[in-house]
């Protein structure tokens, strides 16, 4: 009589053990039979009748009995009037969860599903339909925009705030000379260096850290070796900030929203990923910020980018890697200090800039609320975007005159600079004029220019240095201010020298012996 006896060693693995007549054989060789574990995926949304262009956020979490299931592949999808739309696949965190954060350019219902395929440990499962019921915008949600500090580019060292806080909040402006007026009539301010910046005064209006929404336009020329984060705007030396992230190349970069926390550890970096940023062209951004996005409870800020003139684009999809969300604790809340646009703010109420990272590129327009803006009307980007609108986007706003073109040379300035004595030579027309002329050697012929020839005075003798005068008269129209005329002919001086006609004073020696040993016989004779 045969008797086979299942002894199970582990969850996945039996040993199968077999009698005969008394005798125990072990088969050690024999393939184990493997049993695959369940696995329960749920899903849910943020809000089951959201409004058309907002934000809801799904959340699927894949477990095991009450165990988390981390680093499994998992995907969310909808049907919309029986088509399925596949939203994106992710590997599971430590909690076992992935999220989707979308949002819907037309009402209607869609049902959405999320589904683990399953792997070698554990089965596949479907989590169970949600449905979301998209509703039309209505009057209800529409709303009036005021903007609470508004400026535009504006020559001098100061912008005038055209908001409702008032004159207490004009902005002090580092470098009035960067102040420009584009080829379409409209202001822009840059581009921008090292040490250059906007300061917003400290105040209320500024520093409603929890709750505040902007609408930035700015010009990005791109990235600059050495600096991978570029500030857009900042607060608190880096505690709240808007900025670019080069590191992905010049066709890649990205938005960036920072924010320190307290009370645990890390930050939060929000990175939307829908729209990135290219160098040579101009972005228009509106951002929502409220504190329920952030540690706890996870809905994101709404972001909207527009590019070139063309209507800013919702935000949905996330760079979520390299701890991103890692950030525990409560928000981080400086109550006072200013804050800078172009470049990073000092820790304090001072509107200066500890100057660490700045934007390569410039400014049009500047808005803050100290309120929650819906930008899903637009806000006022139909006006805004008039200001960067031009036939080729990459083109760079058109400068009026400033002291870097008045410094660029013509052809008889690099001369003037490259050779000293040709230089002084033209302080004295008379000598300027007998090189210009085959006939210097009958100038040379009177007596005045003969002696002087003759004797070693005229190689010693240091004529008067060249004066520049505070017009150039060489360039029409542009008029060089006398504080800058030093800084004129030490940028010309740096040049290469350039080529010039043949000229010292030994080709009028020569000459000039030669008339002299001729006059000398003739005396003689």
């Keep these: 009589m045969r008797v086979y006896k299942i002894v199970p060693v582990s969850v996945a693995v039996l040993l199968i053990t077999v009698l005969f007549a008394g005798v125990v054989t072990v088969s ?43 680093s499994k592949s998992v995907k969310i999808y909808h049907y919309l009037n029986g088509v399925r739309y596949n939203d994106t696949t992710k590997t599971t965190n430590a909690s076992g969860q992935i999220t ?25 499962s479907t989590s169970k339909v949600v449905t979301v019921t998209v509703k039309a915008q209505t009057t209800a949600n529409t709303q009036t925009i005021t903007q609470t500090i508004y400026y535009i580019p504006q020559a001098g060292s100061t912008w005038v705030n055209q908001g409702t806080a008032g004159a207490s909040y004009n902005a002090y402006v580092s470098t009035p000379s ?95 990923t829908t729209t990135p940023l290219r160098a040579g062209h101009n972005y228009y951004i509106q951002i929502s910020w409220d504190t329920s996005a952030g540690p706890g409870h ?12 063309k209507a800013p684009v919702l935000q949905t999809s996330w760079d979520e890697s390299g701890g991103a969300l890692a950030g525990t604790g409560s928000w981080y809340n400086d109550a006072v200090g200013g804050a800078n646009l172009g470049n ?23 808005r803050q609320y100290n309120s929650i803006v819906d930008f899903s009307n637009g806000g006022n980007w139909a006006s805004d975007k008039l200001a960067w609108t031009t036939a080729t986007p990459t083109i760079k706003p058109t400068a009026t005159p400033a002291p870097k073109v008045a410094v660029t040379p013509t052809p008889t300035v690099v001369k003037a600079a490259a050779t000293p004595t040709v230089v002084k030579a033209a302080a004295t027309p008379t000598v300027v004029k007998a090189a210009a002329t085959p006939t210097v050697v009958k100038a040379a012929a009177t ?79």
């Design 447 to 525: 007596p005045t220019v003969v002696k002087a020839a003759a004797t070693p005075s005229l190689q010693a003798t240091q004529l008067a240095p060249v004066t520049t005068g505070t017009t150039n008269a060489t360039v029409p129209g542009i008029a060089v201010p006398t504080e800058q005329a030093s800084a004129q002919t030490s940028s010309v001086a740096s040049l290469p020298p350039q080529s010039v006609g043949e000229f010292s004073l030994l080709g009028l020696g020569i000459p000039a012996l030669v008339v002299g040993a001729i006059y000398i016989l003739m005396r003689k004779g």
């Design 28 to 70: 050690a060789a024999s393939t184990p039979l493997t049993v695959t574990a369940s696995s329960e995926l749920s899903l849910s949304a943020s809000t089951l009748a959201p409004t058309v262009n907002k934000p809801d956020t799904f959340t699927a979490t894949l477990k095991s009995g009450a165990t988390p299931l981390s």
């Design 298 to 309: 996870e809905s994101y800020p709404t972001i909207w980018i527009g590019e070139d003139g």
């Design 178 to 272: 960067l102040f420009q007026t584009q080829s379409n009539g409209y202001p822009y301010w840059g581009d921008d260096t090292t040490s250059n910046f906007i300061g917003i005064p400290a105040g209320s209006a500024t520093n409603n850290q929890n709750v505040v929404s902007w609408e930035i336009g700015f010009h990005f020329a791109g990235p600059v070796p050495g600096e991978r984060f570029q500030k857009i705007w900042d607060k608190a030396y880096g505690g709240f900030m808007l900025e670019i992230d080069t590191n992905y190349g010049a066709n890649h970069c990205e938005l960036t929203l920072y924010r320190a926390t307290t009370g645990g550890s890390g930050a939060r970096w929000y990175i939307p």
């Design 100 to 124: 989707l954060n979308t949002s819907w350019a037309s009402a209607g219902t869609r049902t959405y599903y999320a589904s683990f395929a399953g792997d070698s440990s554990y089965k596949a």
């Design 344 to 366: 990073t703010a000092s820790d304090g109420n001072s509107v200066t800039s500890v100057k660490t990272a700045w934007l390569n590129g410039g400014f049009f327009v500047y």
